[in-house]
């Protein structure tokens, strides 16, 4: 099986929908269809963006009919938290989500919210595909955690290499581990945007900020060829990050 990897959408519909088309997927009755190949997600499927709800029902139906896999980001933990009830502050973008399925008939809400809940507690933290050649992560993660479970992996993966401290924005700060990694397996992920797609000691992050007004980016597997499709949304320059070499 070959591979076509999405950076975090955040809700950005049209983009993804013109990324999977470029990627030449053919849409029927809803489904992008590609002989020998398969979309993965590498999480935070919503929030920001104008159809988080939209975006949530069609990986749930895609990953349900083996159609497509999927590892959650910490913004669908967030958004899971929220939907069994938990007490979680409506910040950083789930305010957007939150509005969306507030404003659902009640079916409905019950439905996607079923819905999203199943996903996300049937999703791996991680993914390793292609004999562990390949390792799919949100946040990325380090050699030493590759083949393991547990809260310490939990985190990696989905907020990163946390330091317990924050940025002035009320970011976590978090370290630069892929200018550490010296695995074999070849690590994609994203959670951090960047202007561009960032390569480095056999690790990619492919989120390039379309919710940000940038781009959304693909990576094809094994072939490691990018593909990307320009945002709607306003450029917002000040939420990508810049690493010094």
């Keep these: 099986m070959k591979y076509d990897i999405i950076g975090d959408i955040h809700g950005c519909w049209d983009e993804y929908r013109q990324l999977t088309e470029k990627l030449g997927y053919e849409w029927n009755e809803g489904v992008p269809v590609h002989t020998g190949r ?11 963006g104008p159809e988080s709800v939209k975006m949530m029902e069609h990986v749930y139906e895609l990953v349900s009919v083996n159609k497509a896999l999927y590892v959650p980001g910490n913004h669908c933990n967030k958004l899971y938290r929220y939907l069994i009830g938990r007490n979680v502050t409506i910040n950083y973008g789930l305010e957007t989500t939150v509005a969306e399925i507030q404003n659902l008939r009640r079916p409905l809400y019950k439905k996607v919210k079923e819905h999203f809940i199943t996903l996300y507690e049937k ?9 562990g050649k390949l390792v799919v992560s949100h946040a ?14 939990k985190t990696f993966v989905l907020y990163g290499d946390i330091t317990g401290k924050h940025n002035p924005d009320g970011t976590p700060e978090r370290r630069d581990w892929a200018a550490k990694y010296s695995g074999k397996a070849y690590i994609v992920y994203g959670h951090t945007p960047v202007q561009e797609p960032r390569e480095l000691n056999n690790t990619i992050n492919i989120d390039t900020g379309c919710v940000f007004g ?5 990576l094809k597997y094994p072939e ?8 709607s949304m306003p450029y917002a320059e000040e939420k990508f990050r810049s690493f010094s070499r």
């Excluded at 999703?123 to 004999?131: C, E, F, I, N, Q």
């Excluded at 490691?224 to 945002?231: A, D, P, Q, R, T």
């Design 38 to 48: 398969q979309l993965v997600f590498l999480g935070d499927l919503t929030d920001r």
């Design 123 to 131: 999703a791996p933290l991680y993914l390793v595909l292609d004999g």
């Design 140 to 153: 990325g993660i380090r050699e030493d955690l590759i083949g393991k479970q547990g809260k310490q992996v």
């Design 214 to 218: 940038n781009r959304l980016t693909a």
């Design 224 to 231: 490691k060829e990018l593909i990307s499709v320009s945002s």
